[in-house]
């Protein structure tokens, strides 16, 4: 895969990332780590956090054999 392939990929995980914390609500699951009382880290947040990683892993420099 390009380098300029990686990063529009990462570039779209981080703004899925960002859209689906805006849009989960209905599929929320538990609160898993309260913040405030309204406020709150649930199960499906943890998707957004997975999609931001994997941004990361395709930024970084890739170790050629």
Do not use: C, K, Q, Y
């Amino acid at each position: 895969m390009t380098r300029r392939r990686r990063r529009v990929l990462a570039g779209v995980l981080v703004v899925f990332a960002v859209v689906w914390v805006l849009v989960n609500a209905p599929v929320e699951g538990p609160t898993l780590l309260v913040l405030t009382r309204t406020h709150g880290i649930t199960a499906a947040d943890l998707l957004s956090v997975a999609a931001v990683l994997v941004a990361i892993g395709l930024l970084l420099p890739r170790r050629r054999r």
